[in-house]
Each structure stands twice: as C-alpha cells, then as structure tokens.
C-alpha cells in the first residue's frame, strides 16, 4: 500500500531538537541532495510515482542499485556523502544521529575499506563541528554473511574506526538468514565496550527480537513492529527497558503494517515500552523525522506532549555528556 503524501496534521515538531536512531548511512538524504551525486535530472524520486513502488523487498533494493551506490563507487564520495548528510538531517532538526553502513558493501563497490571508512570517521568529527549534529557511526553484521566473516569483519572495524566506532547492528531481510548465529560478533562487540542493536520483527515474528535480545544481547531493537503481537514479550520489552526504533512509512511502504492507522505505536506505548520514532532510508521512502511525527499526528492522534516524550526517549539513549542531555532533556 502506498504510505501517499505527507499529511497536513498539525502536529509538528520541526523546531524541536530531535535524535534519530534508525538510518542507513547511504540513503540518509533527501532526494534533492542525492541527485546531486547521481546527476539524475528528475526533480522527484522516480519509484515513488508508482502507487505501490515496493510489493517485495527486491524492488526496495532496485534504487539502491540503480541511484545510490554508482553515484558512491567513485573515490571520496562517501565522505562528501556523510557531509550532506549531516547538513540535511540539520535542515530538518536533527541534533543527533546514529547511522550504520556496511563494510563489506564499500569492499563489493571495489573501494579501499581502510581508507574510505577512515575518512568517514574523520568526516564525522568535521560535520559536528560545521553543522552542530552529532552523528555515531555503527557498523552492519549481515544475515547473509557467515558468521565467521561477520567477525572478522567487526575485528577490521574496531582496527579502521578505533575511537568512533559506537555499536554493532544485525542488518538484513530476516529470512536470510537466522539471528542467533552472529553471537560470535557481538560477543566481540560487547568485549570492545560496543552498543549492540539488531533490525528484527520487521519481515520476521517477534520471536527474531526475543532471540535478537536474548542471544545477542541487545539493547536496542530497529523496528521491532511484529513485538507488538506478543503481550509477553511487551512486557518483558517494558521491563527491561529495551528500546524499539520505530520506522512507519518504511513499514507501511514494504507492507510490514498495511497502512499507518494499523502501524501499532499506540500498543507500544500503552504497553510501557520504550519507543523513538525514525526514517530509516530517508531517501528511498521520500520522508523525514518531521513527516515521521506528522503522520502518527494525523492518523494515530499522537499529542504533543507525546511527541515530546517520544523525542525525551531519545536523548536518554543518545551518546552524548551529560550536559547535552541535560539540556536537550530540559528543553522538550
């Protein structure tokens, strides 16, 4: 189903200092930045002109082939690509971000992973400094990589980025491939003082996020949508304070929920549950963290005030001085 345009309900957030969670490095732009890499002349994204531009997750994948990783495969642009990328989540109010990127995908784009991942790190330290976001970088465990790899992986990252590498994540359509395999990698994570997350209850059930919790340990969740059809593990979620980053126009677009009236927010929050809202792959969807909030306005009823406990969550979480958050939390 298509998620359709942004609404006009009147909630906004757009003034309000937000923390995001839940972005993918290569499509955390809008599409009017991107086609400045790409040279694409359409002044719109072109699959979103279809009515559903995603039935499976194979068409999902076709713009990432066709407008974002050539435009990436060229030396240095993927440091340029984190600089706009900062300026644009500032365009739209956010203060602090966690994005993940993939080391095995600059190796497949046939760039040096040394090098390219050392001048994002040193990108980041620029893009605080230039744009005031604070941006963590957290790299991809994928479900369809060994588990062996994946570990490897993870000891090259801990060697590459030593100083701003802040946690792992276990990437990728769940049935690729089982979650509990990758413990080897985020064993190593946890060795390294590391935050573990893990995508999980998106295509899969709820049972991938009690594994994703109780096997790898983390203490974070992106998505974790099919939760909400387990009380128990509500519950337990609730309890144990482990935090769910929500993505509802990426849910709605790859038929996670079917529409955003039955994307189920509301239970977590009745539950106790800990939530932030984010844009996922900003770029593919055609959205943003303010358009995220508008539309659980217009078609959940989500307050204000719930907004801005929702935004509260986040800088609780978010990797910042206690100052920061201080500030940020006195704010809202």
């Known amino acids: 189903m298509d998620a359709g345009p942004p609404t006009d309900a009147p909630l906004d957030v757009s003034r309000l200092a937000k923390a995001e969670f839940h972005l993918h490095l290569e499509a955390t732009l809008s599409w009017e930045v991107a086609r400045r ?28 082939h066709a407008y974002l990783l050539p435009a990436l495969r060229q030396p240095g642009v993927y440091a340029q ?15 602090y971000a966690e994005v993940n990127t993939s080391g095995s995908l600059i190796e497949k784009l046939g760039l040096p992973v040394r090098e390219t991942l050392q001048s994002v790190c040193r990108e980041l330290d620029r893009a605080r400094a230039e744009t005031g976001v604070t941006l963590r970088l957290f790299a991809a465990v994928r479900r369809d990589t060994s588990p062996e790899l994946n570990a490897q992986w993870v000891e090259r990252w801990l060697e590459y980025a030593a100083g701003h590498l802040t946690g792992l994540d276990l990437h990728g359509y ?22 573990l997350r893990a995508h999980a209850g998106e295509h899969g059930t709820a049972r991938d996020v009690a594994e994703a919790i109780d096997v790898l340990g983390v203490s974070s969740i992106n998505h974790g949508t099919r939760a909400a059809d387990d009380p128990g593990l509500l519950r337990e979620l609730a309890a144990r304070r482990i935090v769910l980053h929500l993505c509802p126009t990426s849910n709605v677009l790859l038929h996670v929920v079917p529409s955003y009236r039955e994307f189920p927010l509301r239970r977590f ?3 106790g549950v800990p939530v932030t809202l984010n844009s996922d792959d900003p770029v593919i969807f055609g959205t943003d963290l303010n358009r995220e909030f508008r539309e659980m306005g217009a078609h959940l009823g989500l307050t204000q005030a719930e907004a801005r406990g929702l935004l509260r969550t986040g800088w609780a979480c978010a990797v910042v001085d206690e100052e920061t958050r201080r500030a940020r939390l006195a704010e809202l």
């Open 37 to 64: 890499f790409n040279g694409c002349a359409a002044a719109t994204a072109p699959w979103l002109s279809a009515a559903d531009p995603f039935p499976t997750f194979k068409e999902f994948t076709a713009p990432w």
């Open 81 to 95: 690509w984190l600089a706009a990328a900062a300026r644009w989540l500032a365009s739209v109010g956010v203060r």
């Open 174 to 195: 769940e049935l690729d491939g089982p979650t509990a395999v990758q413990k080897p990698s985020f064993d190593i994570g946890r060795a390294a003082g590391l935050r």
């Open 269 to 271: 929050l009745e539950a």
